[in-house]
């Protein structure tokens, strides 16, 4: 298929054909796994241009590989981006789009709904490099606005907050960072390319771990930054991009990589240098996850309101959060940003509290009780004593953490199953704490 073609096509087409060109010799109709390290030069000119970038090619597997491009492109197109680096996790995506643009002196301003990997990154691993991150509200634009100094290289946050599921109005971030002239860059996990393009609402770059809904049966760590294309480096804030350097021949990453110059950066240097390479086998798993992800995620979402809108008239039950029930603060936005669903990650508290919540947890059958979000079956876990155990106290309530508060990921499991678990768990955990009165 042309390029030209290939930007008329739908996503679901998409998610089974971009960015493959079928081989030449074999005519392999899916997409060949090249388990190999290394490519021979023709050469030493070829080599040497290979080197330099003069010339596009593969030269070792710890920079590129033909399987892993054709997820990255697939995965550029799915989210309407440029160009993309897939690597070996989430966490590898985030610190390499962002150390990418940011060096020791540097800033950060993020906003505070997170993973709780990510939150330990900033908080803990970034400062360890001289970069400091500022955590704010990211439903107050007026405190982005405020933490945003000449310092600052990158606004991050998640289009649904972790595990708050505070959705992250991206016009108005955008537009915050633009007016400084710095990018948006947004984890999108929880929406996937699916549910949202964070770009089409004025993100730069999207960063995900695609071990979650991408790879869709819990297999595979992985993750990609995926970039829009049209951030202007030159604009005076990232003189690296603009700096001619020898090792690029005396050009610059803008001259070599033009509107790809983030992902070529992002490859030669940090993909490079620090190593974190998605293998290419885990790579072509995640082609298999991309071709049924629609599917699935449609089936995720019919599944999550179905358990949400059950917990809502549950008597057991405190509270639900989940974006699309009528009732919740968060209902307008998830019209705007989400309507095809709110994804299939979401809290409850349950009658009774924080020992309620953990009987729960110990009660359920079917469900599994996991760090992991995303996977095909149904995952169920307690933030608080663990995925954000490592917040302080008053840094849970900010990130939307309470004792009582149960995480949901809804999986594919008939649906009537899913219930049942929860009911008979609910009824156990209740038992349990009026027998303990
Ligand atoms: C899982 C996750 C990550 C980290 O990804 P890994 O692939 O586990 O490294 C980052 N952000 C979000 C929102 C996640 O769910």
Same mark, same amino acid.
């Given at each position: 298929m042309t390029k030209k073609e290939e930007t008329t096509l739908n996503f679901d087409t998409i998610a089974l054909h971009g960015g493959q060109v079928m081989?030449? =010799?074999? &005519?392999? &109709?899916a997409v060949p796994l090249?388990?190999?390290?290394s490519y021979g030069f023709e050469d030493t000119e070829h080599a040497a241009s290979l080197f330099k970038m003069e010339k596009e090619g593969y030269v070792?597997?710890? !920079? $590129?590989n033909p399987t892993n491009a054709v997820l990255e492109k697939r995965l550029a197109q799915l989210e309407g981006g440029n160009g993309a680096f897939a690597v070996s996790s989430g966490q590898a995506a985030i610190s390499i789009a962002l150390l990418t643009l940011a060096k020791a002196g540097d800033e950060i301003v993020a906003t505070n709904a997170l993973y709780g990997g990510t939150y330990n990154l900033f908080s803990v691993t970034f400062p360890r490099f001289g970069v400091k991150v500022k955590f704010v509200d990211g439903r107050d634009p007026a405190a982005v606005a405020s933490a945003?100094?000449?310092?600052?290289?990158a606004v991050f946050t998640e289009?649904?907050? !972790? @595990?708050? #599921?505070?959705? $992250?109005?991206l016009k108005v971030l955008s537009e915050i960072a633009h007016e400084q002239g710095i990018p948006l860059v947004v984890d999108s996990t929880f929406t996937t390319p699916y549910l949202q393009k964070p770009l089409e609402f004025g993100a730069d770059i999207v960063v995900h771990s695609i071990t979650k809904f991408v790879g869709g049966h819990g297999t595979s760590i992985g993750g990609a930054i995926i970039d829009s294309? +049209?951030? @202007?480096?030159?604009?005076?804030?990232?003189p690296e991009f603009t700096v001619k350097k020898p090792s690029l021949n005396n050009r610059s990453y803008l001259e070599v990589g033009g509107s790809n110059a983030l992902i070529v950066k992002a490859r030669f240097e940090l993909g490079h240098d620090l190593g974190a390479s998605l293998s290419p086998f885990n790579g072509w798993l995640f082609i298999q996850g991309l071709e049924s992800l629609s599917l699935r995620v449609r089936q995720h979402v019919s599944n999550a309101e179905k358990v949400a809108a059950f917990l809502a008239a549950n008597? %057991? =039950?405190a509270w639900v959060n989940y974006p699309? #029930? +009528?009732? !919740?603060?968060?209902y307008e936005l998830a019209k705007t940003y989400l309507p095809k669903g709110a994804g299939s990650i979401f809290t409850f508290g349950i009658k009774g509290g924080l020992e309620a919540g953990k009987r729960f947890i110990n009660s359920v059958n079917l469900l599994s009780h996991v $760090? !992991? =979000?995303?996977?095909?079956k149904t995952l169920v876990i307690?933030? $608080?004593?663990?995925? %954000?155990?490592? #917040?302080l106290p008053e840094e849970q309530v900010e990130a939307g953490v309470t004792p009582e508060q149960i995480r949901l990921s809804i999986g594919l499991e008939d649906i009537e199953d899913i219930i049942n678990d929860i009911d008979q768990a609910l009824e156990a955990a209740v038992k349990y704490s009026e027998a303990s009165k």
């Open positions: 081989d030449s =010799v074999t &005519r392999s &109709r090249y388990q190999t390290t070792y597997s710890r !920079n $590129a945003i100094t000449d310092k600052t290289k289009t649904i907050g !972790n @595990p708050g #599921l505070q959705i $992250a109005d294309g +049209k951030f @202007p480096w030159d604009n005076g804030k990232y008597e %057991h =039950v699309t #029930l +009528k009732d !919740n603060p968060q $760090a !992991n =979000v995303g996977d095909s307690h933030p $608080a004593s663990t995925t %954000h155990s490592r #917040l």
